[in-house]
Each structure stands twice: as C-alpha cells, then as structure tokens.
C-alpha cells in the first residue's frame, strides 16, 4: 500500500501529514523526471495545476510551481478551477502531467495532490512509487536547474475558458425554459458551473458560490444535498444539481425535491444509450458501493454491469481495459468515457439535462422506475483500519450478518482509501433492519478492542 497516495491522490491535514514542504518535493521531482523526456525532444517539461477554493491551496500552488521551475519544468496556473478541467486540458493541450489541489469533498483543514499523466487519466501506480521513493529521500538528491534552464510560471486562465467552451458545445439542445438550481458547495464550481449553464439558455439559482477559504463542502454541495433539496422545493424549480469541492461528483434533485443519487443517473442514461443504440458493449461500470436496486433494474433492461473497488480511477481502469462507455460510483463520479477521462460533475449535469429534454419527461419520472434498497453506512474510527475486518469477532459478525440477509441484502466492510476510517454498510429490505445489522457489526468492532469511535 502506498504510504502518501491513496487511491485519489496524496491527501491529508493541511501542514500536518501533506505540508508545504511535501508539495515543493512533489514539484521537484515531477520537473526533474517529466524534464529527463522532455529533453529529448528538445523542449522543457510543462505541467499545469489548479485548485479548489481551499484557504491552504495558494500554498500548496506556490510551493508546487516552486519545485517544479527549481527543477527546470515551467508550471501553467489554471487557478481555481475543477479536476476534470485539469483532466482534460492536460490531454487536449499536451501537458506532461497535470496536478489538481484539492481534498475532494473533505473539509477545508484537508487538502490533496491529485496526479494526472499526459492522457489526463489518473498517474499509474508505477510512477506514484517513483516520488514516494523520492519523498522518502530514497532516491538521493536532485540538481537544481540553473540559469536560464530555470523553468517559470505561466498565467494559464485561457485554460479554463476553453474548458467551460468545450462543456457548453456537448449540450445538443438549448436547456431555454429550464429553472435549474446549483449547489456549487462553495468551491470549484463556483463560477464555471453558472458560467456553463447561463451559456445553455437554462435559468439558473445558485447556492454555495460565495467561497472564503474555510467554508467548501461545509453544509453544502454533495456531502449535505438537503439544502438544494429545500432550494428547489421553495423556489418551484425543475430539478437541482449538487457538486462537491472539486467539482468530479453531481447528484441530482428531482421537482419534487428527492435526491437522485449516481446510481439514479447510470441507470437513466444507461437506459436513454440502449434505447438509441449506444451503450455499445450493453454494458455498465459499478463499484461494490452500488445500490441493490441498480442491478435489479439493469437486470430487467438486460443491460450488463461490471463491480470494481471504490473510487472512480478503478471504474475508468475497467471502462478503458473493455471499452465500456459509461461508468461511475453512487457517491456521483460518473465517467463518460467517450468524453471524459475522469468524473466530470459539470458534464454529468449536462448529460442528464440531454436526457430529460430529450424525453420531455420529468427527472423524478425517468428515476422511479429504479428502486433503492434502505442502505445504512457508518463511518468508523479505528485504532488500525486494516485489520479491524481481519479480527475474528468481527469476521463472525460480518458472517452472521450475511448469513441472516441472504439474497435480500448484503454487507459491505471496507478501509476508506481516502481516509483513516472503516465504514460499514448494509442494504436490506428496511430501514430498521439495515440499522440493527450495523449495530451488531459496530458492536463486534467494540468488541474487539479497536473501535475508537463512530463518527
């Protein structure tokens, strides 16, 4: 397992576990090993950052484009901008990597380094233990660049205008006549998510755009959708959608003022791509987060699916190795792979926006026939989140559990990859009996001597 990257990135307390001087190593060794390549096509390493809204993220910029020029490569600011914009524009304008500053959908005390190799995809496990190694001091010193081999920063804002063209041009249809809420979550999407929206036609009401630093994700966005939820219930609004801090992950908020999770949105753009001929392999990419209630419905459409680990680079691994083209996770990372080569929360509004003008119909009506089973998940902190699952009370308290839902449900105990927590989390048929089986479960942990709290 790595020892600062997990599976989304180089994550953790700002100047506590990802300090500034961990950011500056970063840049050093990405200029120095990019710029080796480089050199032999005659040209200096290019690579180009951004971030979210994040108080610690100018630090973590400066001291980035500080490694990165010490070491001869030349930084491009994208500023606050999405992780699919840095995605996508280090594939379309053929930067050597691409590097997004954020925490995702954690609070604003944490922070990231998220990697992306030149096709915009997430940086290969190979490359990410190469600057471990370094960070570790384990591959010895670095030179400096010197004269005029020192690289220098560029202002690179056309980036994110030319990201914010290419997202409006997917639109086929003008959303004119739509009264579309936003929940910005005070971060990324702040300002290109209205930008793209006004530029489609659609009347747009936002939340969660007014960023001071300390205030991304914090009761708003997709971590706490209940706000747009309310939103588009006071303001008779046609439906609403939720991003998180950087903008990868939508959930949708139907008229009524339901949520409509990320299974919801594979299962009604799955269905809109049979329906024309282009789910070409009729088939979908999951993670073993997905609701029950998703296969049942695919099962009845006869449309296939695939289950990966959690996280969205797992699911585009899949998508890419088999040439699926629409994949994603509940939480709302959906890839549309034709399009994107990460979770694109912008695109996954638009893309269910062509669905409903497409149709005519309302998105609570494209949702329902989709129905989730009751799901429970609690969050735990452990003393060691590797081998809580590993205890044997645990493991029998897991056993039982399965033993006792059968087909009508299922368990699910996991390490976060992102986080020192172990969650747990049941679906069954009810609410009550979801509960009383992470009861048991929690209760094993108890137990056991290594549950420290549930969050």
């Known amino acids: 397992m790595a020892k600062y990257f997990g599976t989304d990135g180089f994550r953790g307390k700002a100047n ?48 980035l484009a500080a490694g990165l020029c010490a070491s001869g ?8 901008t999405t992780t699919p914009c840095v995605s996508y524009i280090t594939r379309t304008e053929h930067f050597d990597c691409g590097i997004m500053i954020s925490a995702s959908h954690n609070a604003f005390y944490d922070n990231g380094i998220k990697l992306f190799n030149a096709q915009g995809e997430k940086m290969e496990d190979a490359f990410i233990e190469r600057v471990e190694a370094y960070l570790d001091g384990l591959s010895g010193t670095l030179p400096y660049a010197t004269g005029a081999d020192i690289g220098r920063t560029v202002d690179y804002i056309e980036g994110r205008n030319r990201y914010i063209a290419y997202l409006t041009a997917l639109a086929p249809r003008s959303f004119a006549g739509k009264r579309i809420g936003l929940d910005c979550a005070n971060g990324s999407a702040w300002q290109i998510a209205k930008n ?34 309310k939103f588009v219930v006071e303001n008779k609004l046609d439906l609403g ?55 049942k419905a695919f099962d009845a459409l006869g449309i296939a699916y695939e289950k990966t680990a959690v996280g969205d680079r797992f699911v585009y691994e899949n998508m890419n190795e088999h040439g699926h083209l629409l994949g994603g996770e509940q939480s709302g990372h959906i890839i549309f792979s034709k399009y994107a080569s990460t979770g694109d929360g912008i695109l996954t509004a638009i893309k269910v926006m062509q669905v409903i003008i497409s149709s005519n119909r309302k998105l609570s009506e494209l949702a329902a026939p989709m129905r989730m089973y009751p799901q429970a998940l609690k969050n735990l902190i452990v003393q060691d989140k590797d081998a809580v699952g590993k205890h044997p009370t645990v493991r029998a308290a897991i056993e039982k559990a399965e033993t006792a839902l059968g087909d009508n449900g299922r368990v699910l105990c996991r390490a976060s990859g992102t986080e020192p927590l172990w969650r747990v989390m049941v679906e069954a048929e009810s609410e009550a009996l979801c509960e009383s089986t992470c009861s048991d479960i929690i209760a094993a942990a108890r137990e056991s001597g290594l549950l420290v709290r549930v969050k």
């Open 73 to 80: 490569a030349d930084a491009h600011l994208l500023h606050v």
């Open 16 to 63: 506590v576990n990802l300090t500034v001087e961990h950011a500056f190593l970063v840049g050093r060794f990405l200029g120095y090993d990019l710029g080796k390549a480089a050199a032999a096509y005659g040209r200096r390493a290019r690579v180009v950052i951004g971030k979210d809204t994040r108080r610690s993220g100018y630090m973590y910029e400066n001291a």
């Open 241 to 295: 959608f939720a991003f998180d801090g950087d903008a990868d992950r939508c959930l949708a908020v139907d008229e009524t003022g339901k949520l409509v999770t990320g299974d919801h949105i594979l299962y009604l753009y799955g269905r809109y791509m049979q329906e024309r001929g282009r789910l070409e392999t009729n088939t979908v990419v999951t993670t073993v987060m997905s609701n029950m209630g998703l296969y």
């Open 196 to 229: 793209v929206f006004d530029a489609l036609g659609a009347q747009t009401y936002v939340i969660g755009y007014a960023p001071n630093g300390t205030n991304i994700n914090e009761n708003c966005g997709s971590t706490h959708p209940e706000n747009l939820q």
